[in-house]
């Protein structure tokens, strides 16, 4: 195929690689930054740079902040070839998947929304990686319009560079659980590093420190625009999150160390549940009927 990546940052710029390293596609690129984008195709990552014209792609990949994705692909969409599979990466997808389907079917072009679960705490092309999706889940959020064979042909390109599990699901459910998986642990992070004890912390920490700080050095222009995209679902896991907290906080208080030791048994038993749960998951995960309350 011929594919065109929009965004050439951690998430398109190892893409971009990956299909090179992995594949026997032909890669384009186009980037806000141009001189980004003749980087990668004097480093050989690319194939050629585009700009407006997008005829002849098989697949456009856009990989640009969500405010961003639905302006590119409509000021693009006359240029596009019938029959064009486009795709975005978006962490919070709303209404972008139901408003591109139908401008995309208009002209012949098929839509299909998707979130690859992988990333870095650094953003930017200079920390792009062709290993980065080796064993991680990938997630689609298709529309009652969406065709079959077009889900099968992204997942079918998304296994050829490295991802291993495969999660169908509605843009509903995907904006909730990511608050849960992602948004939430990016808030705990960025405020777990404001204390100032942090100072001091050098020669005192260990492996849970650096795992629960390695994301505070998120892009904040990135993550401010998810965590208001998505805030309801954020704050619903906030409050589930600040509920639990206060447990600890009022048995710390009062001395008991019985509700203490009860309330980490719980938490060992959720987590060693939910780590079977993982090892029987499926390669292919369908919940496009599963509801959350």
């Not at 990956?18 to 980037?31: Q, R």
């Not at 480093?43 to 405010?67: F, K, R, W």
């Not at 962490?91 to 998947?97: A, F, L, Q, S, T």
């Not at 072009?109 to 200079?126: F, I, N, Q, R, W």
Request: charged letters at 25%.
């Amino acid at each position: 195929m011929k594919i065109l990546v929009a965004g050439l940052g951690l998430i398109g710029g190892s893409i971009c690689k990956a299909l090179h390293a992995y594949t026997e596609h032909s890669v384009f690129g186009w980037n806000r930054t141009l001189a980004t984008a003749q980087r990668a195709l004097e480093e050989h990552v690319i194939d050629g740079i585009v700009e407006q014209d997008c005829s002849g792609s098989d697949m456009i990949i856009v990989c640009l902040y969500p405010a961003q994705i639905r302006d590119w692909v409509e000021q693009r969409l006359e240029t596009m070839s019938e029959g064009t599979i486009v795709i975005d990466v978006s962490g919070v997808k709303k209404d972008i998947p139901e408003v591109l389907t139908k401008c995309c079917a208009a002209k012949g072009v098929h839509y299909l929304s998707t979130h690859p679960m992988a990333g870095k705490e650094k953003a930017g092309y200079d920390v792009s990686d062709e290993g980065l999706y080796q064993g991680a889940n990938f997630i689609m959020t298709p529309t009652a319009d969406t065709p079959k064979y077009v889900i099968a042909q992204v997942q079918n390109l998304a296994h050829q560079i490295g991802f291993r599990r495969f999660v169908i699901t509605t843009p509903e459910m995907h904006d909730r659980m990511i608050a849960y998986t992602s948004q939430l642990a990016h808030v705990v992070s960025s405020s777990y590093v404001k204390s100032p004890v942090i100072e001091l912390e050098c020669g005192f920490s260990g492996g849970s420190f650096h795992d629960m700080t390695r994301i505070a050095t998120m892009n904040e222009t990135m993550w401010t625009d998810l965590f208001m995209e998505n805030r309801e679902s954020l704050l619903k896991e906030l409050d589930i999150l600040m509920e639990h907290l206060g447990e600890y906080r009022e048995a710390l208080a009062a001395g008991d160390a019985e509700r203490v030791h009860a309330l980490i048994q719980t938490g060992r038993l959720r987590k060693e549940q939910n780590l079977q749960n993982r090892r029987n998951a499926p390669a292919v995960i369908d919940l496009t009927d599963r509801k959350l309350d």
